[in-house]
């Protein structure tokens, strides 16, 4: 099975496509939220390292969460099904720990896959988000929207837009993606792993060509 790195801005879709794709084809989904969780919920010593820099409002260290992202490769399930990590790595000295990774587990990165969509299609997704607080079902005001306003067609739950998703926070992400995670394009597309995608289809038919493009 083929390794995977999903990179693109915040809203190009790289969690909904890692998703799809690992459903499809049965890789290993690496979200670097979810395993940063995981790894809290279970109070490890990465875990616990983790959730004392947070708890004091701070960025988990490029170590720790390079530390937490080997453990997360490091098995027989990754070698087996392959892996699509989503979120990492975010710059390039992550890039170099992650080949730092790679090698020491005598795994091989064989893509990158480049998510493109507009700046204008990335605000409007993004903020468009609403999530119920009961059940934690997800929704898009104008792609997803629910049968009530402001009501969760599952459960009945009220709906709320996440401080991240407002306008300011939207373009202050996108800002931090350009000046920190661009770089990351000209470091794998020199390698010879980037695959550019355009991203700005429906998930279905985002879904269709990200699987042309991979000959898949």
Known sequence: MANYVFLGPPGAGKGTMSEMLAERDGHVHVSTGDILRAEMKADTDLGQQAR???????????????AIVTKALDTDEVRTRGFILDGYPRTVPQAKRLDA???????????????????????????????????????????????????CDKCGGSLYQRSDDSPETVRERLRVYHEQTEPLIAYYESRGLLLRVPGHQRKHAGFAVLCEHLHL
Request: charged share 25%; with cysteine.
């Open 52 to 66: 004392s820099y947070i708890d004091a409002g701070h960025l988990v260290p490029d170590e720790v969460v390079a």
């Open 101 to 151: 990774t790679l090698d020491a587990v005598k795994l091989q990165l064989d893509r990158v896959v480049l998510f493109e969509v507009g700046q204008e299609l990335l605000i409007k997704r993004l903020t468009g988000r609403r999530i119920c607080r009961e059940c934690g079902a997800v929704y898009h005001v104008c792609f997803t929207p629910p049968k009530q306003a402001d009501v």
